[in-house]
């Protein structure tokens, strides 16, 4: 069954402007997992948040957890063309595997 | 040298082929998994293997047999393909640790195309 989705489907901006993602789920869950995925190819590991964490940063990515509201964002300041990509948020609950969302397509444009 | 890798990149196939998709990582890890991505970009898991164990079987058809010959490979093999097959598989694979899983690594994925 879906458990992240997230919002917007898809987003454009321009280069230097910063992203924001959104990422709502349904259960309650262990962590909450951002993943990138540049077209034709796997995903890749961005970020993990812990269900007692509420921020993290790794570089230009910060990533809030709001359990209460069973939400999480994802930010990429300073976008540059080469973040355009598809990004998926995804979570891990007990003992079931991870569940991803159906992502957001974003496009920095130079 | 490739964390986790897939063969092959491409495959185009007749419905009622037999066909299998090769996976390999070398990060060490306990559990793999095969994932489905349909043409909505949905990513769906089908099977998690940990230690060679099967240990998820999500509700995919009988005609999808996943095989584990040893901790580093998960190979997946499909008999009788039907259209609704056509999609991109991924490799993933990962650790265990106290606590739950962590993050997963995935392959570059098969694009399995049947006419």
């Known amino acids: 069954s879906q458990q992240g989705e997230e919002d917007p489907q898809a987003l454009s901006i321009q280069e230097g402007e910063n992203a924001t993602m959104n990422c709502s789920y349904k259960t309650s869950i262990n962590n909450l997992q951002w993943y990138r995925q540049n077209s034709g190819r796997g995903l890749v590991h961005l970020i993990l948040?812990?269900?007692?964490?509420r921020e993290k940063h790794s570089g230009r990515l910060r990533v809030t957890l709001d359990t209460s509201k069973k939400s999480s964002s994802l930010l990429i300041t300073a976008s540059r063309a080469a973040d355009t990509a598809s990004y998926f948020c995804?979570?891990?609950?007990?003992?079931?595997?991870?569940?991803f969302g159906k992502g957001t397509r974003l496009s920095v444009i130079a | 040298d490739t964390a986790v890798s897939q063969t092959p990149k491409y495959l185009v196939t007749q419905m009622g082929n037999d066909k299998s998709i090769k996976c390999e990582q070398n990060l060490g890890h306990d559990t793999m998994y095969w994932y489905k991505q349909d043409s909505k970009k949905f990513l769906k898991i089908m099977f998690s293997?940990?230690?060679?164990?099967?240990?998820i079987n999500e509700t995919v058809p009988n005609r999808f047999s996943p095989k584990s010959p040893d901790k580093a490979h998960l190979n997946l093999h499909i008999n009788s393909l039907e259209l609704g097959d056509s999609a991109v598989y991924f490799c993933?694979?990962?650790?265990?640790?106290?606590?739950?899983?962590?993050?997963?690594?995935f392959g570059p994925g098969t694009r399995l195309l049947v006419l």
């Open positions: 948040i812990r269900s007692n964490e």
């Open positions: 293997y940990n230690n060679k164990e099967l240990i």
């Open positions: 995804a979570t891990l609950s007990g003992n079931t595997p991870l569940v």
């Open positions: 993933a694979s990962s650790q265990e640790r106290a606590g739950g899983r962590e993050t997963q690594y």
